[in-house]
């Protein structure tokens, strides 16, 4: 059992970009944050990088999965057992293969189990798919978390956050309100591609992981017909909670085929930018701020394009104290607690599940 109050939980995070392992400790009770702990990081080597992106799309016993999972339970350990020794129990998201909520459900790769053995610490995984098989979209997860930060910030108004990973999504939410799961207090969805297809472009193009400081952004020209291409997707159109998988748009790629490298990063990531601002239509009410979160804030093209078609500030968040590069991770330690607490970590308004639900199974160690 977890001891009453306030604990320290560690939360990992292994987005979409497949760049990485993002660790983080964080000190909550499962609703207020109280304290904000060491954090880490460990890169995916490129051969590992290599087995994750040969298993993207695939489904638990088809090909490549077993060694995808293998990596991914590899490199967090790895870097989880630097930490483990502070923490009270862990939050493990897993890497996402595949994401089909309407349809086969949602694959993360990794086993818990095996996590809590190696690191004698609970930990708490498997947490999107009791929201999908209740109705739910099952992503984004983040915007309880997005919640407690808005609260450690003192924000009063409406305030957005954008994740820009492989695949960006937002949180709308009222501070105003007692809880992340009461009626009108959140709305969270997928708002569309990000730096999934640029980095995709870089790869394959330059042999380089991202567009560095948007440098090749910047020296290029965007393709307006492939952005009204864009906009004219159902998808925008379509009334949140809603979720995308990160190859949901990749016929950006093909479209792009025959730009220069420069031109094609524009459309790129004027494309990711686009579909931030189409996605702020879907607001309830204006926001104060949008705080951005994720590796795209470091791409000051991409933000120049988002604040370009905002009505408020567009700030990472290290502008109110938050760590952009892990805050994932500290949500999924958050989240953590609040399964093993019982709370609910998804409601209607974050991925449109019928009532509030909380997702996740707790693995202990035997010993």
């Not at 309880?144 to 709308?172: M, R, S």
């Not at 979720?243 to 016929?251: A, G, I, V």
């Amino acid at each position: 059992m977890l001891k009453p109050g306030a604990v320290w939980a560690l939360g990992t995070m292994s987005g979409t970009s497949l760049d990485g392992v993002d660790a983080a400790l964080l000190k909550t009770d499962g609703e207020a944050i109280l304290a904000f702990g060491d954090s880490a990081y460990r890169p995916y080597a490129a051969s590992e990088r290599a087995v994750l992106r040969a298993a993207l799309g695939h489904w638990p016993g088809e090909a490549g999965v077993e060694e995808a999972a293998e990596v991914v339970e590899t490199a967090h350990a790895a870097l989880m057992a630097s930490l483990a020794a502070k923490a009270d129990l862990a939050g493990f998201h897993g890497q996402t293969l595949a994401h089909d909520p309407r349809g086969r459900g949602t694959h993360q790769a990794g086993d818990g189990a095996v996590l809590a053995e190696i690191l004698n610490l609970p930990v708490v995984w498997d947490f999107r798919s009791s929201d999908v098989e209740l109705g739910g979209q099952g992503a984004p997860l983040a915007p309880f978390y997005h919640f407690a930060c808005a609260k450690w910030i003192g924000a009063t108004d409406p305030v957005a956050f954008l994740n820009l990973g492989g695949v960006g999504n937002l949180t709308w939410l009222d501070p105003a309100m007692p809880a992340p799961e009461s009626p009108g207090a959140c709305l969270a969805f997928d708002t569309g591609p990000a730096n999934a297809p640029i980095d995709d472009l870089l790869r394959a193009r330059m042999g380089a992981e991202r567009d560095e400081g948007g440098a090749l952004a910047r020296s290029g020209r965007v393709e307006a017909a492939i952005l009204d291409r864009l906009q004219d997707q159902s998808y925008f159109r379509k009334m949140p909670p809603k979720s995308l998988d990160r190859q949901d748009f990749h016929w950006l790629l093909e479209a792009v085929a025959d730009l220069c490298d420069s031109d094609a990063a524009a459309t790129l990531t004027a494309a990711a930018a686009t579909s931030v601002v189409l996605g702020t239509e879907h607001f309830p009410k204006p926001v104060s701020r949008l705080l951005v979160t994720g590796g795209g804030r470091h791409n000051p093209v991409m933000m120049e394009m988002i604040a370009a078609g905002m009505d408020c500030p567009v700030d990472p968040v290290e502008a109110v104290g938050l760590d952009g590069d892990m805050l994932e991770a500290q949500a999924f330690a958050h989240l953590a607690v609040r399964v093993a607490r019982g709370l609910p970590t998804s409601c209607p308004g974050t991925t449109g599940v019928a009532a509030a639900v909380g997702g996740g199974r707790i693995s202990r160690p035997a010993r």
